[in-house]
């Protein structure tokens, strides 16, 4: 199955020479191919399952980092921020991952079908971890990347194979902690809606305290539950979703420091631009143009 998987994302990614990242045209599915290990990136990923089929990469989470390889996946519950490096990789031997969005009215709808609801792991659901990817879910990987060959049915096959694809990792290892992402009332799920208001509000300042409210959850509780789905503390979270589109701004929209700083919700530029080395490496005028320039 593995070799059918290789062969169908490299005879797909050959049509697109040069892009690390292969848009399918559907919207819930894109391809990264490295030919070669590349520095670390950093991205707003999830909900996602991604899926090496070829190739090593690893991703870090705040201070939690996870390897995963060919035979592995990378599930990310709720999306967070993350620096992810390719490992492995060569030209004869490209690094080949299926991204794919993870719908969890969808998976709530599978959870739905289930006669007996899996059990959560521990006293904190975990919002990222790494799973085997071998058997059924192999197998529906491998379907979804010969739909590629026919696009015409992907928008009539896809979404039934991805309700697959939650079926099986309902009913596997880690089934419990996906299920309380989904479950109405649980704590995850309250969490996971505080972590949607602050995404929407993250240029502006927020009280922990006014989240944990929203969870109605105590606020170490909430403290506990958040830094377990995002290995991020809350303001962790939030200083990273201002630094990602500070960066993207001044990369696309050609935005000066002073402007983007401002634009996310930074008062003092000087703050901005020491946060943002501290991140990325680099002070913002310098990585930018690295960017820019490749």
């Not at 062969?7 to 191919?33: C, E, K, N, Q």
């Not at 506990?224 to 995002?230: D, E, G, N, P, V």
Request: glycine fraction near 6%.
């Amino acid at each position: 199955m593995t070799t059918e998987l290789v062969d169908a994302l490299i005879r797909y990614t050959d049509t697109h020479p040069g892009a690390d990242i292969v848009d399918t045209g559907m919207g819930h599915f894109m391809i990264l191919r490295s030919d070669q290990p590349n520095p670390p990136r950093h991205r707003l990923l999830g909900p996602a399952l991604c899926i090496v089929a070829q190739g090593a990469k690893w991703a870090s989470f705040g201070d939690r980092r996870l390897a995963y390889r060919a035979g592995e996946a990378l599930v990310v519950g709720v999306a967070t921020p993350s620096v992810g490096r390719v490992v492995e990789a060569s030209p004869g031997k490209p690094c080949l991952v299926l991204v794919l969005e993870l719908d969890l009215a969808i998976m709530r709808s599978v959870a739905e079908t289930l006669d007996i609801a899996p059990e959560a792991s521990g006293t904190s659901t975990r919002g990222v971890f790494v799973t085997d990817f071998q058997g059924p879910l192999a197998d529906c990987a491998l379907r979804i990347a010969r739909l590629l060959d026919t696009p015409r049915a992907m928008p009539t096959l896809f979404p039934m194979i991805m309700r697959e694809v939650w079926y099986w990792l309902l009913t596997g290892p880690h089934g419990g902690d996906i299920m309380q992402m989904c479950r109405v009332e649980t704590p995850s799920y309250r969490v996971i809606g505080a972590i949607h208001s602050l995404r929407e509000r993250f240029r502006q300042t927020i009280r922990i305290e006014t989240l944990a409210e929203t969870a109605r959850m105590s606020l170490s509780a909430f403290h506990r539950q958040f830094k377990a789905l995002t290995s991020l503390t809350p303001l962790q979270y939030q200083k990273q979703l201002r630094l990602l589109e500070a960066r993207r701004l001044m990369i696309s929209a050609a935005m000066n420091v002073e402007a983007a700083a401002f634009a996310v919700g930074y008062e003092s530029p000087s703050q901005f631009s020491r946060e943002y080395a501290r991140m990325f490496g680099a002070p913002p005028k310098r990585d930018t143009r690295l960017a820019v320039t490749g």
